[in-house]
């Protein structure tokens, strides 16, 4: 999750290092681990935190964080997990809609706290200033129990991750999206999870970014969708299972 301008994160190495270092922690963890998928994310949140420096105030609240999605695929089973606001779907051979997994715990906490930004139009000061204080206003709810959970600091937090396994012959393709990619279908509306996989099927992953990006483009006052960010980071990886 970014940190606003203006908001402290009591760190000197910002979110992008974080998810650089933790990515790349979990792809070597589940390469090397036999371990279940939530024993290498909490391994790797362990192994990220000790790479800040002293400087750095890893009991501040708004310390670097981020959401997680895994995909392991095995000879017999793929193994999944997924922890905040990513969204991985499964085309399962033979089901008629994918099967989707999100954890929505932040979205509904931060139902409670996002009128007063909602109400406001995207990209003005006052708009700016209450998605500030909205998020620090969520980060009272961090990795605490009844709130949401992320991977920061606290290896616990993995434990709060949902998993799960499907027999590796059942699985057709993945998808797995940031929330900025499936704003497309489970914020915007404007397209259904099957039609999602149909379009990375025919076109790939650059066709949904392209569509996210025309529909922001088109509500850029936030007036049909309101939302924290005009644009938010989208990422979306397609894969195939042959
Ligand atoms: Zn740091």
Redesign the pocket.
């Given at each position: 999750m970014g940190t606003p301008t203006g908001s402290d994160s009591?760190?000197?190495?910002?979110v992008p290092?974080?998810v650089q270092a933790l990515g790349s922690t979990l792809l070597a963890g589940m390469n090397q681990s036999e371990g279940s998928l939530t024993e290498v994310l909490a391994d790797g949140i362990k192994a990220v935190a000790s790479?800040?420096?002293f400087?750095?105030d890893?009991s501040h609240p708004g310390?670097?964080s981020a959401t997680v999605v895994m995909l392991r695929r095995t000879a017999s089973a793929v193994d999944w997990l997924v922890l905040a606001d990513s969204v991985l779907v499964l085309d399962v051979i033979g089901a008629a809609e994918p099967m989707v997994i999100c954890d929505d715990r932040e979205a509904q906490v931060g139902e409670r706290y996002r009128k007063a930004m909602d109400a406001l139009a995207a990209d003005t000061v006052e708009h700016v200033a209450a998605h500030r204080a909205y998020v620090e206003t969520l980060r009272d709810h961090r990795n605490r129990d009844g709130g949401f959970w992320v991977a920061a600091v606290d290896p616990l937090a993995a434990d709060q991750a949902l998993t799960g396994t499907v027999p590796a012959e059942s699985v057709r393709a993945a998808a797995l999206l940031s929330d900025g990619a499936s704003r497309l279908v489970d914020r915007f509306e404007l397209i259904t999870w099957r039609q999602a996989l149909d379009l990375f099927d025919e076109s790939g992953p650059d066709e949904l970014i392209r569509r996210v990006r025309e529909a922001e483009a088109r509500d850029l006052d936030g007036a049909r969708w309101p939302r924290g960010k005009t644009f938010d980071d989208a990422t979306a990886i397609y894969w195939t299972f042959s």
């Amino acid at each position: 999750m970014g940190t606003p301008t203006g908001s402290d994160s009591g760190c000197t190495h910002g979110v992008p290092w974080y998810v650089q270092a933790l990515g790349s922690t979990l792809l070597a963890g589940m390469n090397q681990s036999e371990g279940s998928l939530t024993e290498v994310l909490a391994d790797g949140i362990k192994a990220v935190a000790s790479m800040h420096d002293f400087a750095c105030d890893l009991s501040h609240p708004g310390s670097p964080s981020a959401t997680v999605v895994m995909l392991r695929r095995t000879a017999s089973a793929v193994d999944w997990l997924v922890l905040a606001d990513s969204v991985l779907v499964l085309d399962v051979i033979g089901a008629a809609e994918p099967m989707v997994i999100c954890d929505d715990r932040e979205a509904q906490v931060g139902e409670r706290y996002r009128k007063a930004m909602d109400a406001l139009a995207a990209d003005t000061v006052e708009h700016v200033a209450a998605h500030r204080a909205y998020v620090e206003t969520l980060r009272d709810h961090r990795n605490r129990d009844g709130g949401f959970w992320v991977a920061a600091v606290d290896p616990l937090a993995a434990d709060q991750a949902l998993t799960g396994t499907v027999p590796a012959e059942s699985v057709r393709a993945a998808a797995l999206l940031s929330d900025g990619a499936s704003r497309l279908v489970d914020r915007f509306e404007l397209i259904t999870w099957r039609q999602a996989l149909d379009l990375f099927d025919e076109s790939g992953p650059d066709e949904l970014i392209r569509r996210v990006r025309e529909a922001e483009a088109r509500d850029l006052d936030g007036a049909r969708w309101p939302r924290g960010k005009t644009f938010d980071d989208a990422t979306a990886i397609y894969w195939t299972f042959s």
